[in-house]
T-cell receptor, first 113, second 110 residues
Framework: GAGVSQSPSNKVTEKGKDVELRCDPISGHTALYWYRQSLGQGLEFLIYFQGNSAPDKSGLPSDRFSAERTGGSVSTLTIQRTQQEDSAVYLC???????????FGDGTRLSIL | GENVEQHPSTLSVQEGDSAVIKCTYSDSASNYFPWYKQELGKRPQLIIDIRSNVGEKKDQRIAVTLNKTAKHFSLHITETQPEDSAVYFCAASGSYQLTFGKGTKLSVIP
């Protein structure tokens, strides 16, 4: 596609529910990244994929967070048993390869009630 | 790990004046330094980047300078326009993970 696509754009859910966020990177980009942006804050790294492998999961805040990537393309970020502190904008980025310019999607605004 | 400090947190300039935003980083292994512009409710957009083998890079009204010895880099915007108003983020990377500064809210006053 022309750019990084994320869905849903907004998600409101109750505390304790599971949520799944989707990222469709720029076609041909092998590297994919998830970041989190809390209100008025900078971007916090969550996880990096090279192809379907995630060599660095160190940024995931807890074991309630997981992510996968299939076919070297679409990635999903799953948050189980959501908590109010999970409320944030979750941003996905992709790059042609490691250490190349990262291009972001519009993000998913997650609100936990 | 890497730590990026960004100053100032807010900046107001008159239209036509220049704006300068400064960042410092801690990890001497970092070699890639992008700058992103984020308008309210929008995605971060890459506006310029620089690698550690270059000291300065320009693109029309924006420029970035890098001092590897001092571990700091700066964004310069000349002839500012109201549409330059946004939050600007600097970042540093050694391989893949971008570490971001906390952002500078730039307001250009017409």
């Amino acid at each position: 596609g022309a750019g990084v696509s994320q869905s849903p754009s907004n998600k409101v859910t109750e505390k304790g529910k599971d949520v799944e966020l989707r990222c469709d990177p720029i076609s041909g980009h092998t590297a994919l990244y998830w970041y989190r942006q809390s209100l008025g804050q900078g971007l916090e790294f969550l996880i990096y994929f090279q192809g379907n492998s995630a060599p660095d999961k160190s940024g995931l805040p807890s074991d309630r967070f997981s992510a996968e990537r299939t076919g070297g393309s679409v990635s999903t970020l799953t948050i189980q048993r959501t908590q109010q502190e999970d409320s944030a904008v979750y941003l996905c980025a992709s790059s042609s390869e490691q250490n190349q310019p990262q291009h972001f999607g519009d993000g998913t605004r997650l609100s936990i009630l | 790990g890497e730590n990026v400090e960004q100053h100032p947190s807010t900046l107001s300039v008159q239209e036509g004046d220049s704006a300068v935003i400064k960042c410092t980083y801690s990890d001497s292994a970092s070699n890639y330094f992008p700058w992103y512009k984020q308008e309210l409710g929008k995605r971060p957009q890459l506006i310029i980047d620089i690698r550690s083998n270059v000291g300065e890079k320009k693109d029309q009204r924006i420029a970035v300078t890098l001092n590897k010895t001092a571990k700091h880099f700066s964004l310069h915007i000349t002839e500012t326009q109201p549409e330059d108003s946004a939050v600007y983020f600097c970042a540093a990377s050694g391989s893949y993970q971008l570490t971001f500064g906390k952002g500078t809210k730039l307001s250009v006053i017409p």
